[in-house]
Every structure is written in C-alpha cells, then in structure tokens.
C-alpha cells in the first residue's frame, strides 16, 4: 500500500514537472526585428520596415525603398529555476544557451500608396536541458525541453490618406513541443517517465493603422482577433514502475494521434510615438485578452482518456523605448518591456496549466546606417520571478504546495537589412 501511494505521488510529480518550463503565456520573451528590440519592442506608431509586418502592418505604406532584412540572436542564455519541483529540497534550475534566428523578411513597394512584405519569425523559443542527482536518497532526475513557435506570411501596407496608413499581416502559426522527463527514486523502488509531442498549425490575422498626430507624432492601433487552429496532432507516452512492476506496481500508458492545437489569444495595440531626424521615442500598451481551450485530447491504447486544458487570463504589457541618432549615422537605442504571465495563479490540485514567471526586460542597440546597408547590434536581459508548484515536507511525506519560481534570459543580437 505505501508503495502505491508513493507511485501515485510520483505521477503527480512527474505531471507537474511537466509543466515547470519557460512559460509561452508569457507573451513577448524576448523583442524581434531590426529596430524594434532596441526599442523595447515600442514601435506601433513608427515601425516602418520589415518590423512593421509584426508590431503594426500600417507602417509599412511608410516605406520608402525596397529591403530585405535578417535578424538573429547571435547567443543566447535562458535559465529557470523552481524551488522543490522535484521533492522537497530537490530543485529545477534548467539553463540553455541558444543561437535563435529571431527575423527574416523582404519589403517590396507595390505602387505609389502600396507596399507588400514577407516575413519569417521566430516570436518564441525555449529549450532546456536538467539533470539532478540526490546522493543521499538516491534521487535521479532528467528533464529536456524543446517549444519553439514560427510565424510566416504576407503583410501590404496602405496609405489611405495624407495623415492615415493601413495594413494587415496574414500569418501561418506553427508550433512544435518536444518534452522528456524521468524520475528515478532508488529509497522507494520507483521510476517514472513520459515522453510528449506537439505539432500545430494555426492562423493569425493583424489588422493595423498609423495616423499622423501633428509634425512629429504618429499614433499607432493593432487589433488581432483569437487566432484560428487549421490542424494539429500530439503523442504521449508515460511508464511508472513500483517495486516489482506487476500488479498495481506498475502501469504504462500510450497515445498517438491525439488531436491537437495551439491557440492564442485576441489583443489589442495602442501606441504613440514621437520622431524627428535625430530624436525617437515610443510608448505602446498592449491587452492581451482571456483565453482557454483544449491545448490536446484522445484515448490512449488501454481505452483512458487523454486531455490537457489550456487557460490564460487577460494581461497588459508595456513597452518603451527611446532613439539618438549620433552623426546622422549612428542610432543609438535603448527600451524597457514587461511580459507579465498570463497563466492562472498556482493552485493545488488544479486541471490545468497554473503558475508563471512575470518577466521585465531592457535593451539596448547600436547601429550604422550607411548608403544601403542598414545594421544594429544590441543586447536584451530579461528576469522575473513568479510562482510554481512543487513540494514541501509534511509529517515525513512530500505534499503539493505552491513554491518560487525565477527565470532570466540574456541575449545578444544582431541585424542587417539592405536596402535597394
């Protein structure tokens, strides 16, 4: 009988485990494009390149020659720790370093009022690799992650007016989730392990409008209704083994072809921006509005079901940013950004995903403008704290509990564009 307590009080480890990485409710990680990560990502009102086709297709019917641009995080380093995911006293603290390649597109003027673009993008991306040992009891955990979330499409900007340019950007969504875990317990004779994948495609449609203010001002609006699934499929497979492995010791589960799918939420962009031929600065508010749905369902081999709920409350993040250009050639830049975790406060017992990292981040760029050749390199730290579950010691058994969780990134990027 203690034996098949403490299996079942590993699967539940193992479950919640499962959860413990870097959280994709957590919006805007890291900044994407050429100008905008030195700004903070405050670019509504202004983006007027190929970072338009992201933060506000409207800016691009402000483009004035042809481009092509590539951005990239030449190295990146993505930690996060949580307190007792394990067991009491045994922690997660998964670190990565990674190359992203955050940007790739192309903006081609169309006619006197219209320019279409092109663009490929990598908004999100975590990996992760842990391995944990307890000597004493004899614990061995291993925990290895792969979520990456790529958006290509087309984008036409319009200028509708002398004061008032429009734009929308069509995307294709794909998303793909590798996650591996195995918990040995040698003090117990327990040995748990699940293995999961995802595979889904939506689309996204941002709808965009720049309007002139006065000389220098520009304000900016982006309206992105909930994203559309179009398919997906998942597989799971999890082994628990108790002492013998027979009887109620042990037990194995198998799915394939699980429906699956990635949603994201409806949001709504207000920007303001100000510029003239040295200065910038840029001030953009962004609702990201409630969400919930069933991230996979289906049955497993043994007949049992299979189903994993996904539930986001509505967050506002900011960004902010500023601009010098040095010598009419040298932009200077730097921002500030929250990601603030859209995912259900920690809760014990809970059917779905709970507990996130809010995250603050700031960047900085420098950059050369010269005849054709546009390039800006720069920095981006981000850091943040939240909340997660895991386990705490109670009368010599290990009990759920909320626990601290932390999270930093680091990432040093780089962008040329060429203008023709």
């Known amino acids: ?76 380093v993505q930690e996060r720790r949580i307190e007792n995911a394990f067991g009491p006293g045994e922690d997660l603290d998964a670190r ?28 999100y991306d975590y990996s992760a690799h842990e391995m944990a040992s ?13 979520d990456r979330v790529l958006w290509v499409g087309p984008s036409v900007g319009w200028t509708a007016g002398p004061d008032l340019s429009l734009g929308v950007s069509v995307f294709g969504v794909y998303r793909t989730l590798s996650r591996f875990i195995s918990i040995y317990w040698q003090d117990e004779a327990l040995l748990y392990s699940d293995d999961q994948k995802i595979d889904a495609l939506s689309a996204v449609v ?12 520009r304000a900016g609006l982006v309206l992105q209704p909930p994203s559309q699934p179009i398919l997906g499929s998942g597989s799971f497979q999890a082994q628990a083994v108790a002492g013998s492995g027979t009887g109620d010791d042990g037990n194995s589960s198998f799915a394939a072809d699980l429906d699956a799918r990635y949603d994201m939420p409806g949001r709504m962009t207000v920007g303001l921006g100000w510029n003239d031929a040295r200065w910038g600065c840029g001030l953009d508010v962004t609702h990201h509005f409630a969400l919930q749905y069933v991230a996979f369902k289906g049955w497993d081999e043994g007949g049992n079901r299979v189903r994993q709920e996904s539930e986001a409350d509505a967050v506002t993040d900011i960004n902010l940013g500023a601009e010098y250009v040095y010598l009419d050639r040298y932009p200077l830049r730097a921002g500030f950004f929250t990601s603030f975790s859209a995912a259900p406060e920690a809760e014990v017992g809970a059917t779905h995903r709970t507990g996130g990292t809010d995250l603050y981040g700031v960047t900085a760029s420098v950059g050369r403008r010269g005849p054709s050749i546009l390039t800006n390199v720069g920095i981006s730290y981000v850091m943040g704290s939240g909340e997660a579950l895991g386990w705490e010691e109670s009368g010599g058994e290990a ?9 930093r990134q680091c990432y040093l990027f780089l962008n040329t564009s060429h203008v023709f």
């Open 1 to 76: 009988m203690r034996r098949t307590i403490r299996f079942v009080v590993l699967s539940i480890v193992a479950g919640l485990v499962a959860t413990a990485r870097a959280d994709d409710m957590n919006y805007q990680n890291y900044i994407i494009g050429d100008r905008a990560p030195g700004m903070g990502g405050a670019v509504a009102a202004s983006a007027d390149s190929v970072d338009a086709a992201y933060y506000n297709p409207a800016g691009l019917a402000h483009s004035r020659s042809n481009q092509v641009s590539v951005s990239a995080s030449l190295y990146g």
């Open 96 to 123: 990565s370093f990674v190359t992203v390649p955050s940007a790739v597109g192309s903006v081609y003027r169309l006619g006197p009022s219209l320019v279409g673009a092109f663009s490929v993008l990598v908004p």
């Open 134 to 146: 307890d000597g004493e009891l004899g614990h061995r955990n291993l925990y290895s992650a792969q």
């Open 206 to 217: 941002l709808l965009g409008a720049q309007y002139r203010l006065a000389e220098h001002w």
């Open 399 to 407: 009990q759920q509990s909320v626990v601290d969780a932390e999270e």
